[in-house]
């Protein structure tokens, strides 16, 4: 293993001035349970590691200007077990209980989950050289697919691979960046970026940039949102697809809804004209499958992963019926 120096940063500024100004590779370090893997096996490089444990004003979730801002350095295990969230979030506390596993939630943090980087295997094997490290090729796109996109690909087929990612977006959180010239805020569905934008990274977080907080809007009156989340396995594993969907039943019809899933893309995928399909008409199983195909209007799937239309499909019924229910 590389040696490597470690920062203790005690505030942002100081966090976002380190990243701004080491000139060699630097890393910021959140829980380590994604970082340290990949500093282990070679995968990422870092001559210092920016922790952020002793950065002040980073932790908890806190009532604020009508909703709730959760710090990127809060614990997953405290995202799932806070009673407002579970009240007014339940979408976001599924998502929650549903990544990893205990040992891995008590450690890892909604920052660090929602800036993980991608599971592809091709991208974790130290000996490949994929477009994503800087090489030519996508080894996914001709090699083995299964857990690949089938959206937005393109040139990189990797999916995003965050819960916490999809439960947001669909709630309609924002993300805080710190930067060394002062926060920034942007939609977090637009925190996120596509291969073609820049295939190395999957965040629009630029050098000497980290993400400080998530803030999210207090539930709209009678608003619903659900995450289903669906897998190879029984036990912990990451999704195969998954949707998150937040909407306003009246009259039995929604009258407002955001769909976002995960599972399929290089970044959670939200395509509203699969919300128009669905919105402010009764619910049926038709409109579902029609939604479903909306949300694949432009599909670009590989040799081993067009099930994971089916399961788009299936995930969005569950999750549009329980809302509706
Ligand atoms: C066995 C296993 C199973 C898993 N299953 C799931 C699953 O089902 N669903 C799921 O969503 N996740 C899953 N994960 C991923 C897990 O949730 C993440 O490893 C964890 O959330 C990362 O948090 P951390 O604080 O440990 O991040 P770290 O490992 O410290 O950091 C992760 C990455 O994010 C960057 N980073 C950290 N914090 C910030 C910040 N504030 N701003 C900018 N960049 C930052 C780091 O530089 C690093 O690149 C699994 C992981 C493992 C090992």
Redesign the pocket.
Known sequence: MREFKIAEPRTADEAAALLAETTGPV???????????ELKSGVAKADLLVD?RGVAGLTGLTPEKGGLRIG?MTR?VDLAENAGVAKDYPSLREAAL????PQ?RN???V???L???PRCWYYRDPDVVCRKKGGFNCYAFQGRNKYHAICGGRACHIVF????APALISLGATATIGTVKGDRTVPLEAFYALPDVDVTRETV?GKGE??KSVWVPAPAPGQKSVYVKLKERGT???ALVSAAVTGVVKDGTLASLTIVMGGIAPVPWREKKAEDVLQGKPVTEALIRRAADRMLWDPTPLRENLYKADLVFAALKRAVMAITA
């Open positions: 890393a910021l370090i959140a829980g380590g349970t994604d970082l340290l893997d952020l990127a997953v549903s990544l990893a596993t891995l450690v890892g943090t920052g660090g989950n800036c993980q980087r691979p965050s819960d916490l977080l980290f993400l912990w594993d990451f």
